[in-house]
Structure formats: C-alpha cells, structure tokens
C-alpha cells in the first residue's frame, strides 16, 4: 500500500472524533495522576468503528502500524492491534512468527487492559500454543503490569483449546500479583478453566483458596452455584 495509507486512516479516526465518549473513557480507563493509565487519551471511538476501520485497513505496513502504536491516542494503538490480529489470522506460519516477534518488541506501548484483552490471546496464545511457551514465563514476571497481563491473557487461547497446565502454572505464579488488574485476569481465566472442566478449577481452588486474593477469588467462581460460591468465600 501507499505512503499516504497512514495519512487516510488517521483522517478517518479523527472524523470519528467524540468527545463526550472520550471524557468518558478517560475515567472508565482510569488516567488520572497515580491511576493505571495514567496520562493515556481518547478521542472517543468505540472498539465497533475501530473493527471496522482494522478491516478497511487490513493491508497497512508494519511501519504504519508502528506510528499508529506509538501514539498516545488509545484508539490508535488499539485500531493497531486490531490490524495485527487481522493479519496474523490471514497468515502462514512464517508472517506469523513475524508478527509475534512485533507484537513482542512492542508491549511497551500496549498498555491498558484492553489493549492486552483483545490482542494477547489471539496473537501470542495462538502462536505458542503448540511451541515452547517460556517467553510465557518471562511476561509473567516482569515489572511491567501489562506483560504480567500478557502473560495470563496469551493462556485464553490454551484454554479454549482445553490445555489448561500452562494457565494453571502462570496463575500459580500471579497469586502474590499486587495488583487488581492482574487479580481480574487470573480469575477471569481461571473462570474459563472452570467452564470447561470444573473439577480442574476446584482442585486449584482447594490448594489456594486461602491464600488468593479476594478478587481473583470472587471472579474465578462467579458462575458457581450460590452454596458453593458461599463455601469458597467463608
């Protein structure tokens, strides 16, 4: 594609501009001084039209890509990771790799949940999920709380595929996560484990119901019935 692909899409994110949604995001995204997402900016797109505008896109060069994700806008580093995905999923095996060492020299700039949430998974869990998995690990105990949710998130694709050891051992290894973010993601994931095969998740339950944290805890058996939920939380 043209050097001006990069010019088009940004036009057309800005004429989708709102700012009404964007005071809104900016506080659901928590970006007030000391908050997880501190500093980052919405120009008030929802992720529908940012789809819409990773499929008109779908051909954008790597170089672009890396110029919408170094932006400071949210939207244009989510429209980013929503093009990758689109490629990857269009890829042999070789481009893949490509787009996953990409996606790997660049978590610095995916930096909110829902960058991770609707990335992780479906680039770096689907590539790994018959590879070795210890760049898994290493996400998993970086100082960098984005990598660390990475790291559980990438597990989803392993889940719905019902290999649930890795997840199992990457939120072993959360449980001391002092942070909610990574709460939530564990328990959401261990959620999915439990959906699939519930004796799997109340055999992890009972070896460290105890010591989880109230968060994960509480997320990880949401859809329990009420008796148990009840036995889980006392």
């Not at 095996?93 to 996606?103: E, G, L």
């Not at 949430?117 to 960098?144: C, M, P, T, V």
Request: no cysteine; net charge positive; glycine share 4%.
């Amino acid at each position: 594609m043209v050097d001006s692909d990069f010019k088009k899409i940004e036009k057309d994110l800005q004429e989708l501009k709102n700012s009404q949604k964007a005071q809104i995001y900016q506080r659901f995204f928590k970006t007030g001084k000391g908050q997880y997402g501190e500093g980052d900016k919405f120009i008030g797109l929802t992720v529908p039209q940012q789809r819409e505008l990773a499929k008109k896109y779908s051909e954008l060069s790597l170089s672009d890509i890396k110029k919408l994700l170094q932006n400071k806008i949210h939207e244009y580093r989510l429209t980013a990771l929503l093009i990758l995905v689109d490629q990857y999923q269009k890829s042999d095996r070789n481009n893949q790799k490509k787009i996953v060492d990409y996606y790997l020299a660049h978590t610095r700039y995916i930096n909110n949940w829902d960058l991770v949430d609707l990335s992780a998974d479906k680039i770096l869990g689907d590539f790994l999920r018959n590879e070795d998995k210890s760049i898994i690990y290493k996400l998993a105990k970086s100082k960098d709380l984005w990598e660390r949710r990475i790291a559980i998130i990438a597990t989803f694709n392993f889940i719905k595929n019902h290999q649930f050891k890795d997840a199992l051992k990457i939120s072993e290894s959360l449980l001391k996560d002092n942070h909610d973010l990574i709460h939530k993601a564990v328990g959401w994931m261990l959620r999915e484990i439990g959906k699939r095969n519930q004796k799997v998740l109340e055999s992890f339950l009972q070896k460290h119901r105890q010591t989880m944290p109230r968060t994960m805890l509480r997320y990880a058996i949401e859809r329990f019935a009420e008796k148990k939920r009840k036995f889980y939380l006392s």
